[in-house]
Each structure stands twice: as C-alpha cells, then as structure tokens.
C-alpha cells in the first residue's frame, strides 16, 4: 500500500469555549471522524473520512460545530478541477469504478427554474382555495376511449385506477437501499395523505402487508421478493426498466447490507450480494415487455393498474409510445437527476436527459398519435418543491414521483454517500444502531407534512391561476412560459416565451 | 398586429337565449331587443346571433354560411365545394347597409348536399364528412371562413354592437324556435368578422361569456381527435367539446353536463355508490374537458337549448319562462325587455344546467338522479 493522496474534502471547526466534551459527536459518527483523546482529555476530529452529512453539527447540545468546505486547495486550474483530480487519485488506488448515491449534482441547467407561471388578472377571476374548493384528485391508469352508460348507470367498469388526493406519491427505494424504518414512514405518510409509495425493487417486507393499498409493487430485473402475494399485495405493479441515475444499466447491494430480514425479503442468501442485471433477461424487446405487462395483469386478475417505469433517454418518446400500445396503464419517466442509493458516478453525471424535456416530448407525441389518454403519465428525477409538480403538470404529467424530496424531510443532508450504509440519519442503512435513530413516527408525521406543505402551495398556485381542479392544468402549457431558454428549447417543451 | 386565430385574446361579453318549446317560429327581432338593452357589455368589437328553423325551404341541407376576403378565394372555395357537394341554392346573405357596420367581407350561403358517393368511398358518417369539410376550409383556405354548417339553422355575426349587428342581417325577416345572442367584448382591436360569436359546428352553435383558464387542457385534447382549434377562442372550444361528447362520443346531455362543469368530489362523496361510480367514471376519462374559470354559456341546438355556468358560478346567468317560451341571459333585464311578466325567474347555480328542450326532441336525455335541483323546461 502506496501513501494515499487523498485529503479532507472537509474541514470540522470546533468551537472550544462552546465544546463541553459531551462526547455525543463521537457517538453519533458513524464514520469515526470524532474521537475522545483520553489523555487529553478532549474531543478531536480527523476529517478524512467527514461526509458533511451534518450529524454531528445537528446533535451538539451546544452549537459548537460547523462543518464546511475544506479550505486546502489545489493550484487554480479551470480544467483540471479538485474532483477531476482527486477522482484520479481514488481510481489510481483502487482500479476501480467510482461509485456515489443520491442525483446528478453537475451544474447543467435546472430548466423548472427556466419556466414561470400564469396568474389571472382582471378578464377571469383567481380563485381563493381558503374560501372555495380546490381539487387536486387525481386518477392513474388506462382510461377507455369512451364511457359505456345505460339508463344513468355505468355498464362497463373503466380499467382499474390508483386514486391520489394529491397528484405526488414516494418513488421507487428498496428495503436493502433504506432502511426499513424510512419505508415505514413513507408507507404511513403515503396512507395518511391518500397517495402511495414504492417498494422499488427490494420485495415487501412483511411488516409493510398492512399498507398494501398505499403500495405499488415493483417488478425489477433481479425479480428480488417477487412472488405471487406480493404482487397481490399492493394497488399496482411497476415494471423497472430503468432509473433516471443509472440509465442502461443494472444494480448492486452488496452482501454486507443483506441482513436476515433483507435476505428473507429479497428471498435471497444471507450475505450474498444481490446483483440486478441491466436489462430483464426476459425483455430484449417491446413484444417482451407486453408479454410480462399482460403476465403480471393475469397473475393480479386485472384488478390492478401496471407501470412501467424508464430512465429519460434521447429517444424517450418513441419508447414511451411503444410502453403505451404494449399495454402499460402507466408510464414513469425518471429524469437524469433522478437519486439512488449507489451509481457509478460517471454513469449518473453523464447519461439520460432531463425530465422537463423527456416529459415534454412524451406528452406530444403521445398526443400527436392519439393515444395520451390511454396511459398516464409520472415523472421524477429531481422534483424539489411544489412548483416543479405545478410546472411537471401543466407540462403534462398526471402526477410526480418524488424520492430525494421525502428523503430530506426525514432527515437526509445529502452526503450522497448511502452507498457506504453508513447513514447516520438511519435512512440509507441496515445497521441496526444506526436505523433506530429514524423514528418511523416522527418520519411519517414530516414526510407527510411535506405533502401537506406542497399541497396548501399547489392550491394557493392553482387558484392563482383561475382553476379549481388539477385536472384542468394537466397539459395546460399556455399556463408556462418559459425564460432564458432558446428557440429550439421552447419549441420541445411546447411554451411560449416570456411575454409572448 | 396579428390577426385573431394566431393570437388569443381574451374577451368578456353579454349573451341572451329564448326558445319556443313547442317549435314556433317567432321573429328575430326580441332577440335584438334583448341584447341591445346589455349594451355596455359588449365595446362593439364582436355580435352575433344564432337562429333555428329559420331555414324551413331548404331544412334538409347544410346551410353553409361564408365569409370570404375577395372573389379569388371564393372561386377556389366554390371548385371544392362543387368536387365534394351538391350546391342546392347559393346567394349572398342579405344585409341591410347601414351606418355602424363598415368593411363587411364577402358574405355568403351556399345550402348544400354532401355527394353520397364521396361519403361512402371516405368511410366515415355523413356528419363527420361535412365537418372535416368545414375545418379544412377553416384551417387551410386563407381569406375564407365557414362560420355556420348546420341544416335549417345559421349564424349571423360580425364586428359591431350585436343590435347593429341584427340590424345589419336583417334577422327581423328571420323567424326561428330558438334564437341565441352575443355582444362581446375583446380586450384588443382583431377587426376579424370571424373572431365574433356564435362558434358553431353543425347545428351545435355556442355563444359565451368568459375566458376559461382550462383553455390550453381542453384544446389539446381535442386536437388528439382532430379538431383544429383555428381561431383560439375558448368558444370554439367549447363547440367542440359538445360536438365531441354528444355526437361522437354519443353520451347523453347530463352526462355532457357532468364532463363540463362536473360536480365537486365532496358533491359526488355523498351520491348513492351507483351514481358516484358513474361521475367518478366521467371524471376520470372525460377529466381533460373539465371546463375550469367563469364561464356562462348558451349551447342551441336543432333539438333545444342548454345553458350552462362555471361549477363555481363566476359569470352571471339568469333563466326564466313564461308559458311555451324559456329565456336565458347574462342580466335579467334582458328578459324583462322582452317579457316583463315572467312566469318564473331564478339564478341557476353553478355547474346547474338549464335545459330547454322541443316537446319532440330527439336526444338521449335523462337525468336519473336528480337530487340537484336541475330544471328542464320540459320535465
């Protein structure tokens, strides 16, 4: 073993006259950046191994840290960058490929940022949600080309549909990527506020049967704890095709994070690394997809609606009209800023497209071949607040997904480091130490809060608008206007230009 | 500045509607009366009328009403007219010359026949044949707009006060069961006789007041099924969402009702299990044709008359009757002018349809459940 080159990306600042050598920051770093010095007597800090995940500066009972930004700096070079540096420096050591977790932190544009909305003046009214109501209802699933009535009764049932109160549900994260806790609160806040979570791709663990109609079960490559009770046992079944972090290619949970429970869950060995391939080796092709879309309706007796989730590619729309005449009921598009417990870093900075222009493209084509309202549409990958769900609307999107979002409100300070499982917010863990500071109470009361945040936002901005109903803005790009963006970025996101 | 149809321009307005329910025809001048006493609510920018059975010599053809820039794109017009129709009759529409209308364009109607061989070798119904006729017209042919295409009915419209509009056509020598009426008023100068209401498709003929904020929503699911949204009105949109509903998707008028200005969720959580499956349905699939901000709209058909208000009642409509007769206007005044002794008179509320339909109608109509108070003249 060579010296390592590596130095702190971080630099802790302990503030001595507020330090009162409780000791709480040695306890609650999992990294063992903090350590008691006996013989000293004093608390001391080696930030080599500091992820800035703020554990420590929240816990200390007296303010006295602060974690920022290590000063160190290599001579200024606008090519050759720190990260570009010390990238080298980690795969000259390892031979290996550079891993990282939550989304795309490259500085492209954020183009939701790039569009503002419409408010009514004068020639029709706005709408105060506080004194009329304010529908955000939505409905996921196939919609029949017309509606079959006899004598004021509906004779044909319409294929079956995922009820929201609130067009935002949790994304896809397995139990293995988080811990169970941080399912639990999802699962909870998702029952609470009338919208639903997803396992992802890790198997439903048998405390969460009982949320079973808040639940959308998913069906990923590895097939991990798919069976038929659990497909049974949520509203809908996601088929993954892919995610907007790592489009192309598979997943890894290595052995250690595969515990008895999560073992027992993914039905697969303690220990063993649980390996999802890149594409389903029953899926080569568009008929292969229809073939496991109508397996799994058959398994569920068409009681429930399938999705079909894809990573935002170049050639998203075309893909998306093929899922839709395949049989998908609904389509999830994640966006290249979409998170993940563990990517390949160059994998999840330099593929995919971002959701605005992947949404905006589906949409259209959808609607230039006549079959939008066949399937609905969810995109994720990176919602942040409730304006981005206005603006994914009004692009066309039924509903978003939001994963990161939740996350944070349970307490993740985006270290982007849940590869390591060392997650001291009890989120993107499997130690036993660690999960319990995760309180699934308290995480289900703040992830729900969160929707009913973006909800009184979502209504205040709907009326603002001149509308009562969510249904109303799906689609409705004349409520956008985009600025700061080229003539050809207009012409694919289908706004008009600011002041147009 | 660009003409109306590439830009949208939001307008408010004045509308009025009376209908005999036993099918007399009665003159068009009450209709103009009616109007003319909501003057201030129009700027003079945009009227226009809308009469049934006015037509009785010719009630069996497609009453084409055109407008033309010049004699060029008429003749173009007539050549595809003539490939595709059997011109019955064809003259200019008589207009009386007056002082407040002025650069009238070429005002034509041509009451014609579809060639049944080209009906049948296109493969599509006859009604559907005729409308794809109007919006290719509409959409390609520059300087010529079909502004009515029903049988036994027309639109008369023009940029004007509506009254000097009425006055213009000469609808005092019309005599109609239903006559619907318009003053609008735009928020900037198009000058475009096409831009005034009614929209009509058909026999359906809508005129409104309100400028719905569900405009963008409802446009581009109808351009999935074909409809060229040409002159970017919230009217012609809603002409289209009725021609979509009731005659391709062949639903019945309360369900129509129910797709347009749909019951609130706490409405439709306290209906029976039966009724709430049925609304949840047609929120659903029909959810895009929601028609969301204030509006007040007349819908006159061959078979009646329906007016409808926003679910949350933003623009005003009055409705009374008086024996055989149903009115609907923006201000009840313009009932009074022309009926001062009302035999009842209310305020439908909102998303509460009025619907006033022939003693011989022909249309699915049935309100099984109606624990909303939802009056048709009729029942």
């Known amino acids: ?500 | 500045m660009l003409r109306e149809g590439v830009v949208r321009i939001p307008s408010g307005c004045a509308i009025s509607g009376m209908m005999n329910k036993k099918g007399k025809c009665f003159s068009g001048e009450d209709i103009i009366k009616s109007i003319a006493i909501m003057h201030d609510r129009s700027n003079g920018l945009g009227g226009g009328f809308a009469g049934y059975g006015i037509y009785p010599d010719f009630k069996d053809d497609y009453a084409f009403h055109f407008f033309f820039d010049d004699d060029t794109v008429k003749e173009t017009v007539e050549t595809l007219l003539n490939k595709q129709f059997t011109i019955i009759f064809d003259e200019p529409v008589p207009t009386r010359k007056t002082k407040a209308i002025k650069d009238a364009p070429i005002i034509w109607r041509y009451f014609v026949q579809p060639k049944s061989k080209m009906v049948i070798q296109s493969g599509i119904p006859e009604e559907e044949y005729v409308v794809k006729f109007v919006m290719k017209v509409n959409s390609e042919i520059e300087g010529a707009y079909i502004f009515s295409s029903g049988k036994n009915m027309g639109a008369f419209k023009g940029v004007g006060y509506p009254e000097d509009i009425g006055d213009f056509f000469r609808l005092d020598e019309y005599k109609g069961y239903i006559w619907t009426a318009h003053g609008r008023f735009p928020t900037n100068t198009p000058g475009w006789w096409g831009g005034a209401h009614p929209f009509t498709l058909l026999d359906i003929s809508v005129v409104h007041n309100g400028e719905i904020s569900s405009y963008g929503t409802n446009r581009r699911f109808l351009e999935m099924y074909g409809y060229k949204c040409t002159l970017q009105t919230d009217t012609e949109v809603m002409a289209y969402i009725f021609d979509y509903l009731m005659r391709r998707q062949g639903l019945s008028l309360d369900v129509v009702v129910a797709a347009m200005a749909s019951p609130l969720w706490m409405e439709i959580n306290r209906m029976d299990p039966e009724k709430r499956e049925l609304v949840k349905a047609i929120r659903a699939v029909y959810g895009s044709l929601l028609v969301n901000g204030p509006f007040s709209i007349l819908v006159g058909t061959n078979q009646g008359m329906i007016a409808l208000n926003d679910r949350i009642k933003l623009r005003p409509s009055v409705a009374a009757t008086k024996g055989d007769f149903l009115y609907v206007a923006s201000e009840e005044s313009a009932i009074r002018e022309i009926c001062p002794k009302p035999d009842k008179v209310w305020a439908p509320r909102g998303g509460e349809p009025v619907i006033g339909l022939l003693e011989n109608a022909q249309v699915n109509y049935n309100f099984a459940a109606g624990e909303n108070e939802r009056i048709a003249i009729n029942s």
């Open chain 1, 1 to 500: 073993m060579t010296l390592s080159y590596l130095t702190p990306a971080f630099l802790i600042e302990r503030d001595n006259k507020r330090c009162i050598q409780c000791k709480v920051c040695v306890q609650q770093c999992a990294n063992e950046v903090h350590r008691f010095d006996e013989e000293e007597g004093e608390v001391l800090a080696d930030e080599l191994n500091c992820v800035n995940c703020q554990r420590c500066v929240v816990m200390c009972p007296t303010r006295a840290l602060s974690v920022r930004k290590s000063p160190n700096e290599f001579r200024q070079n606008a090519n050759w960058t720190a990260d570009a540096i010390k990238s080298i420096y980690i795969q000259a050591e390892t031979g290996g490929v550079l891993l990282t977790g939550m989304g795309n932190d490259r500085p492209y544009p954020i183009y939701w940022d790039h569009m503002l909305l419409n408010a009514s003046q004068v020639t029709n009214p706005s709408i105060d949600p506080l004194r009329e109501p304010m529908e955000l209802k939505t409905f996921l699933g196939r919609k029949p080309d017309s509606l079959v009535i006899e004598n004021g009764k509906l004779k044909e049932k319409i294929p079956p549909q995922l009820e929201l109160d609130i067009p935002i549900m949790f994304s896809a994260m397995s139990f293995g990527s988080i811990s169970l806790n941080a399912i639990k609160s999802l699962a909870r806040a998702a029952r609470q506020e009338g919208t639903f979570y997803n396992t992802g791709e890790g198997g439903l663990h048998k405390d969460l049967y009982e949320y079973g109609a808040n639940t959308i079960v998913q069906v990923a490559s590895g097939r991990f704890g798919v069976h038929p009770e659990y497909l049974q046992a949520g509203a809908a079944i996601e088929i993954k095709i892919g995610q907007g972090a790592k489009p192309g290619i598979g997943g890894h949970l290595p052995g250690e994070k595969v515990g008895r429970e999560v073992s027992e869950t993914r039905m697969i060995p303690e220990g063993t690394d649980a390996i999802s391939p890149a594409p389903h080796h029953d899926i080569y092709s568009i008929e292969d997809l229809s073939q496991l879309i109508y397996s799994l309706k058959e398994a569920t007796n068409y009681e429930k609606p399938v999705s079909v989730k894809i990573a935002a590619v170049h050639n998203v729309a075309a893909i998306a009209s093929g899922i839709a005449r395949a049989g998908a009921d609904i389509i999830a598009i994640d966006g290249y800023r979409g998170g993940t417990g563990a990517a390949p870093l160059r994998i999840r900075d330099n593929v995919g497209i971002p959701i605005e222009f992947a949404l905006a493209a589906v949409d259209s084509r959808l609607r230039q071949e006549g079959i939008r309202n066949q399937v609905s549409l969810v995109v994720a990958g990176s919602i942040r607040n409730s304006a981005d769900v206005v603006k994914a609307i009004a692009l066309g999107a039924d509903a978003v997904y939001i994963a990161t979002g939740a996350l944070i409100a349970l307490g993740c300070h985006m270290c982007q480091k849940c590869f390591t499982g060392k997650c001291n917010w009890g989120i993107a863990t499997q130690d036993p130490q660690l999960v319990k500071r995760l309180n699934p109470e308290i995480g289900a009361q703040r992830a729900a809060n969160l929707l009913r945040a973006w909800k009184h936002e979502i209504k205040e901005m709907l009326g603002g608008m001149g509308i009562n109903a969510i249904e109303s803005l799906r689609g409705n790009r004349l409520m956008l206007r985009g600025i700061g963006l080229t003539e050809k970025e207009l012409q694919i996101l289908g706004i008009s230009a600011v002041g147009e």
